[in-house]
């Protein structure tokens, strides 16, 4: 029938049939295989998956901004009628969304005994290339900020780390000089304080390096990300975000905290000639 799945939020459908026009508009969660449907089909989707083992009508993922779709589509015809003003496509090619759809195929397969889900399924390597996968470009604009956040908090996340580490490690150099000479536990913690932003200054560009390698992995296991390279987006693409974002947290660390850095230095350096340096 029509408009099956209107505005559905969860949920699965396993269907051995062809839906009718508008099948799975508004969808925002549900999972689905159907084989075939009519036009309109995912119009205005915001989130879900929907499997369509069979034709599309006319004007397929119109005003689509979420969740994602497969077409099995041997004889390459499905995109003349998608609406290809909202969606970008590609053929299955990262592992993750192959499991993804291999998952739904199978479950299908297994519920409704569809012949052309077990044809599919026994020649899964080959017909797996039969499969366009369609992404709204909205989600790749979402991606992109997603990448983003993702950077920052790796990239505090390692500076906190590090810092803690340099922190450490400085406290105990200084507790070494002052040995024997009584000087207070409380002069050894401000000339740490004070040596912190100078030794950070120092460190800041293996400290940046080392956050974004962190955000990099982070990013490369999460799913979410992985569909930029499904739909042919270059994975220097990718990096532009956080690669900003680092440069910018440079320029803005060499304009602001230079002065704040030499009047800690000159601070850590006045206690340490009156305590280390000079000997009476």
Known sequence: GNTVLYGATDGFLFASGRAGERFAVRNSGARVVVEGCGSNGCEYMTGGVAV???????????????GMAYIYDPENQAEEVMNMESIVTARVQVDYWKKELRSLV??????????????????????VNNFIQICPKEMLNKINFYILVKFSYSFLFTILILSSIIFIGDFVEQFRKSAGKDVPINIILQLTIFNFPNLISYTLPITSFLSA?????????????????????????????????????????ILLANPLISVFDDKYSDLKYKYIDYIL
Do not use: C
């Not at 369509?52 to 979420?66: Q, R």
């Not at 299908?108 to 044809?119: F, G, M």
């Open 213 to 253: 390698m962190l955000a990099f992995l982070t990013l490369i296991r999460n799913s979410e990300s992985i569909v930029i390279s499904g739909m042919g987006i270059s994975n220097t693409k990718t990096l532009i975000p956080p690669m900003t974002l680092y440069f910018l947290i440079g320029v803005t660390f």
């Open 52 to 66: 369509i083992l069979g034709s599309i009508g006319a004007n397929f993922g119109a005003g689509m901004t979420g």
């Open 106 to 127: 199978e479950k299908h397969a297994v519920e409704t005994e569809s012949r052309r889900a077990q044809e599919i399924l026994r020649n899964w390597d080959i017909e």
